[in-house]
């Protein structure tokens, strides 16, 4: 049975470009109207200023009970968009969706808390903007300062709790809705890492008991663990729908290809000096599981050819490889060799199950003489390691910038004496 | 509560009032919210809901009855007839300003969760309801106690009255909250508006005064004059002026603004989110 049914939904925002402040006055309001008038009544003028700007375009789905749709795509590419429509917070432009049963929606944790209040007072206020009635609210009162482990305050206002605290009393509440239909948007990347885990165990506590759940994060591990099928967003559009394994892996590989693969054909407009010049630099993943996607088990090549236009010159090829936030993970070297002129082809291989998640960039250096800097090339190739794991129910960020699968053994040695 | 929603641009009326309706809870909740925000962090707590008219009374007394020396009616003390005045021109603007800004402050709702928004002017009414109430148990006892006046018997239209100065709070308040969103100079605007209505109202001198005047005919056009009047006349009885022509123009602009108010409000509400 399909629970919500969107048809051919769009919805336009019109961005104003001359008038960027918050609010619009009266002022302007007025200017416009008095231009409007004595152009005799040809708005062109004005909508030189406007721009149309389509946040979602001609969208198409049926969710069936008990789905568990996880949504996927760039930041703008309409998701937020999609769950505020879905939520009745803003109203499509055009087409209809149906929706059966009761919907509850999170967009954000701890809706309408008010900081005067207490944490009791706020639990029954949220609860009720949240769509509960107080009689749930009443019935889930204990369970929901259990869950959250506020009971010592909670006749603080909640202006004294701590930015944690706070969460977790929000995310409490929400986790003790009880609608058919639960619309998530991204509120589980807030809290600690023990919080998070919580709170994912709670989300799939949920849909283990047969709602119909859509949720949109960037936690990719998150949604590829809670949902069953996925719809990847790109401008706006319903690009593809399925299974999320398949889905995560397309969104992936869309985001991370492009930049894999760098080959010059012109060679004036290759990086280089008058001594060398790249001809080409690859990042070769052998992808596994059929996935089209780096992960943390992906062993991959780093081939890079470049041009030597001298004789007899001794050269070798420095690689570092950086955390996107700037510290070098490592630094590694080919050995020195003398070439004559002509192609000279590299190739560094990183295996599988070394490297942490994250993203990385690699720089190359060409070095002569093992001390003399040719030429280098910073943040030649730019690449995303995704998440996998196995047999965890863990989905916090797994911390360390490698991840080695190390000889580490574990075995009982002997049993607890006179047991 | 499970029942199907179609979600398309302009939803139907129907849809929206049976939501209003399921969603009353959530009515309750948000003005019992507000009442007690607004008491929690003062020192004095309610005690500004009587010491506000009351240091307006001796000041407007001062002011009006000993330096510029404005008569009373016959029969009633000066004194008096400010405090009643001030008690029904606070609740009116007490309403009026708290509704017209409800949306704006409620932004953050109106961003994350979904209820009709008709919600929240009609919660913003109770804070002004409740100092009203106080200010109003002020008034009959300094006018038992102090002037051992009893209400007169006229007491029974009271109710009518009340609505009627709620009605009209509304109606405008309601249009003001709605052009508050995409406007945000009304909020500039409004306290202008409740300085000019203190004076333009007979709340510091009384509607006789300017019976013979040019302006008259004006100024019982004016849809508060009658709520101020008809509210002393109730409590003070026939010594009051009250004249019933005033209440024409009441009823009809209030009844005027209220529907235009509710549809303007309710073609506008969906667009509330993309402004603030």
Same mark, same amino acid.
């Given at each position: 049975m399909s629970v919500i049914v969107a048809e051919n939904i769009s919805k336009r925002y019109i961005i104003d470009h001359k008038n960027q402040r918050s609010g619009?006055?009266?002022?302007?309001?007025?200017?416009?109207?008095?231009?409007?008038?004595?152009?005799?009544?040809?708005?062109?003028?004005?909508?030189?200023?406007?721009?149309?700007?389509? %946040?979602?375009?001609?969208?198409?789905?049926?969710?069936?009970?008990?789905?568990?749709?996880?949504?996927?795509?760039?930041?703008?590419?309409?998701?937020?968009?999609?769950?505020?429509?879905?939520?009745?917070?803003?109203?499509?432009?055009?087409?209809?969706?149906?929706?059966?049963?009761?919907? %509850?929606?999170?967009?954000?944790?701890?809706?309408?808390?008010?900081?005067?209040?207490?944490?009791?007072?706020?639990?029954?206020?949220?609860?009720?903007?949240?769509?509960?009635?107080?009689?749930?609210?009443?019935?889930?009162?204990?369970?929901?300062?259990?869950? %959250?482990?506020?009971?010592?305050?909670?006749?603080?206002?909640?202006?004294?709790?701590?930015?944690?605290?706070?969460?977790?009393l929000g995310f409490a509440i929400a986790a003790h809705l009880e609608p058919e239909i639960l619309i998530v948007d991204e509120v589980l990347a807030v809290g600690d890492a023990e919080f998070q885990k919580k709170s994912l165990g709670k989300m799939r506590d949920v849909s283990e008991s047969g709602r119909t759940i859509l949720f949109v994060s960037h936690n990719l591990t998150a949604v590829q663990s809670l949902c069953n099928k996925a719809f990847y967003f790109e401008k706006g559009q319903l690009l593809e729908q399925g299974d999320t394994t398949h889905i995560v892996s397309t969104y992936l590989s869309r985001v991370s290809r492009k930049s894999l693969e760098h080959v010059w054909d012109d060679l004036s407009r290759a990086p280089g000096t008058n001594e060398v010049r790249l001809k080409s630099l690859r990042l070769l993943p052998d992808y596994q599981d059929n996935l089209s996607h780096i992960d943390v088990r992906t062993p991959m090549r780093l081939a890079c050819e470049f041009w030597n236009y001298e004789d007899n010159t001794t050269l070798n090829l420095s690689m570092h490889l950086y955390a996107y936030t700037g510290e070098c993970i490592f630094n590694v070297g080919t050995k020195a060799k003398s070439f004559s002129k002509g192609l000279v082809e590299a190739v560094c291989e990183i295996p599988g199950n070394f490297l942490n998640d994250g993203s990385y960039v690699i720089s190359l250096m060409v070095v002569k003489n093992t001390s003399e800097v040719l030429f280098s090339l910073e943040e030649a190739i730019t690449f995303d390691i995704q998440d996998y794991r196995e047999g965890v129910s863990w989905y916090g960020k797994w911390p360390g910038y490698i991840r080695p699968q190390l000889n580490f053994s574990i075995s009982q040695t002997e049993p607890v004496p006179n047991d | 509560m499970a029942r199907n929603i179609t979600i398309k641009a302009g939803g139907s009326a129907k849809e929206y009032w049976l939501d209003l309706w399921e969603h009353r809870q959530l009515l309750w909740i948000l003005s019992k919210r507000d009442i007690s925000v607004r008491y929690k962090q003062t020192l004095l707590g309610v005690a500004w809901s009587v010491i506000r008219p009351l240091a307006t009374?001796?000041?407007?007394?001062?002011?009006?009855?000993?330096?510029?020396?404005?008569?009373?009616?016959?029969?009633?003390?000066?004194?008096?007839?400010?405090?009643?005045?001030?008690?029904?021109?606070?609740?009116?603007? +007490?309403?009026?300003?708290?509704?017209? +800004?409800?949306?704006?402050? +409620?932004? +953050?709702?109106?961003?994350?969760?979904?209820?009709?928004?008709?919600?929240?002017?009609l919660s913003a009414v109770s804070v002004g309801l409740v100092d009203f109430l106080i200010a109003f148990v002020l008034y009959l006892l300094i006018s038992v106690i102090g002037y051992g006046y009893l209400p007169s018997s006229n007491i029974v239209f009271l109710p009518f009255f009340l609505i009627l100065t709620f009605i009209t709070a509304f109606g405008f308040g309601l249009f003001f909250a709605a052009v508050n969103v995409r406007f945000r100079d009304i909020g500039q605007l409004i306290p202008f508006l409740m300085q000019v209505g203190i004076y333009a109202c007979p709340i510091a001198y009384s509607s006789q005064m300017v019976a013979d005047t040019w302006f008259y005919k004006y100024h019982l056009l004016n849809p508060v004059v009658s709520l101020v009047d008809g509210f002393r006349w109730c409590l003070l009885g026939n010594n009051a002026y009250f004249d019933h022509r005033s209440l024409y123009s009441t009823i009809i602009v209030s009844a005027v603004a209220m529907i235009f108010s509710i549809s303007y409000f309710r073609k506008k509400e969906s667009s509330f989110v993309d402004h603030l």
């Open positions: 619009g006055t009266i002022r302007d309001w007025f200017s416009d109207t008095s231009k409007r008038l004595f152009s005799g009544g040809k708005k062109d003028r004005l909508l030189e200023s406007k721009e149309e700007f389509w %946040a979602l375009k001609d969208v198409n789905f049926e969710i069936e009970q008990g789905d568990r749709v996880g949504i996927v795509g760039h930041n703008g590419a309409g998701k937020s968009t999609l769950l505020k429509v879905l939520s009745r917070i803003t109203e499509p432009t055009t087409g209809r969706v149906n929706i059966s049963g009761r919907v %509850a929606s999170l967009l954000e944790v701890g809706t309408g808390f008010h900081p005067e209040l207490t944490g009791r007072e706020n639990i029954y206020l949220n609860g009720a903007v949240l769509g509960m009635t107080q009689h749930e609210i009443k019935k889930s009162f204990d369970a929901i300062v259990d869950f %959250a482990g506020v009971e010592r305050f909670l006749d603080t206002p909640v202006k004294r709790y701590s930015s944690g605290m706070y969460v977790r | 009374m001796i000041v407007m007394t001062i002011a009006f009855s000993v330096v510029a020396r404005l008569r009373p009616d016959t029969g009633v003390p000066y004194p008096l007839m400010v405090l009643g005045g001030i008690t029904i021109w606070t609740f009116f603007s +007490n309403t009026f300003v708290q509704i017209s +800004n409800s949306i704006t402050l +409620n932004s +953050n709702l109106v961003a994350k969760v979904y209820f009709p928004r008709l919600i929240m002017p």
